[in-house]
C-alpha cells in the first residue's frame, strides 16, 4: 500500500499569515499518463470532508485561490497563503494512483 | 447540483451485517465515467477507504477488511450500497459515501455504532 506521510501534525497559525503542510508519498504518484493523482482535502470541525486540489495542483471548484497545491512526484505541498478563520479544520492528503486508495494521517490548522 | 446521502441503521450488535445506503443525485451511476467510493472515519481520528464501484460495474475494495466488504449499486434509483458482514467495535465510525471523481463530494456522512 502506498503511505502518505503528513508534517507537521499541527499549525498555528495568524490570521492572514501563510500556512504549508507536507504530504510524502512512499512511491511516486506520476501514473504513466503523465497525471500526478494527489489530492488534498479539508475537514471543518463537524462537517464532511471538502476537495480543495486535485491532480497535485488544480484548485477545485469554489475553492479560494488562496490555497495552492505543488510537489514532486512523491513530495507534495499545500500552501494557504492570507489564512483566514474559515480555514480552521484538519488537512488531509490521498492518493489516487493505486488501490488501495490511501490517505494521509491529517494536518490540523487553528487559528492563534 | 450534486448531492449525497447516507443511510444506516445507526446502532448494530457485533457479528451483525451492516447495510448502508447512499441516495444521490445530480450524476448517474450509468453515465461513463461516473463512481461511488465508501470512506468511514472513527470518532476523532482519519479517513479509511473502503471501496468503490464504477459506472461498468468494476467494484475495488480495501484488502484490510479481507472479504467482509460487499459494493452495489441501483442505477435505476440513484443509490449505491455497501455491507460490512460481520462487524464488531472496531467498525464503529462516521461512514461516507463521495462521488468518485477525486471524491469530489461527499455526503453528510451517517454514524454507526456497534455495541453488544
Known amino acids: 500500500d502506498i503511505v502518505l506521510t503528513q508534517a507537521p501534525l499541527s499549525v498555528s497559525v495568524t490570521p492572514g499569515e501563510s500556512a504549508s503542510i507536507s504530504c510524502r508519498s512512499s512511491?511516486?504518484?506520476?501514473?504513466?499518463?503523465?497525471?500526478?493523482?494527489l489530492y488534498w482535502y479539508l475537514q471543518k470541525p463537524g462537517k464532511s470532508p471538502q476537495l480543495l486540489i486535485y491532480?497535485?495542483?488544480n484548485l477545485a471548484s469554489g475553492v479560494p485561490d488562496r490555497f495552492s497545491g505543488s510537489g514532486s512526484e512523491t513530495d507534495f505541498t499545500l500552501k494557504i497563503s492570507k489564512v483566514e478563520t474559515e480555514d480552521v479544520g484538519v488537512y488531509y492528503c490521498?492518493?489516487?494512483?493505486?488501490?488501495?486508495?490511501?490517505f494521509g494521517s491529517g494536518t490540523k490548522l487553528e487559528i492563534k | 447540483q450534486v448531492t449525497l446521502k447516507e443511510s444506516g441503521p445507526g446502532i448494530l450488535q457485533p457479528s451483525q451485517t451492516l447495510s448502508l445506503t447512499c441516495t444521490f443525485s445530480?450524476?448517474?451511476?450509468?453515465?461513463?465515467?461516473?463512481?461511488v467510493g465508501w470512506i468511514r472515519q472513527p470518532s476523532g481520528k482519519g479517513l479509511e477507504w473502503l471501496a468503490n464501484?464504477?459506472?461498468?460495474?468494476?467494484?475495488y475494495y480495501n484488502p484490510s477488511l479481507k472479504n467482509r466488504l460487499t459494493i452495489s449499486k441501483d442505477t435505476s434509483n440513484n443509490q449505491a450500497f455497501l455491507k460490512i458482514t460481520n462487524v464488531d467495535t472496531a467498525d464503529t465510525a462516521t461512514y461516507y459515501c463521495?462521488?468518485?471523481?477525486?471524491?469530489?463530494?461527499w455526503g453528510q456522512g451517517v454514524m454507526v455504532t456497534v455495541s453488544s
Open positions: 463521495a462521488r468518485i471523481g477525486g471524491f469530489d463530494y
Open positions: 445530480g450524476f448517474s451511476l450509468s453515465t461513463y465515467g461516473m463512481g
Open positions: 464501484i464504477w459506472w461498468d460495474d468494476d467494484k
Open positions: 512511491k511516486s504518484l506520476l501514473s504513466s499518463k503523465g497525471i500526478t493523482s
Open positions: 491532480r497535485m495542483s
Open positions: 490521498a492518493q489516487f494512483l493505486e488501490y488501495p486508495l490511501t
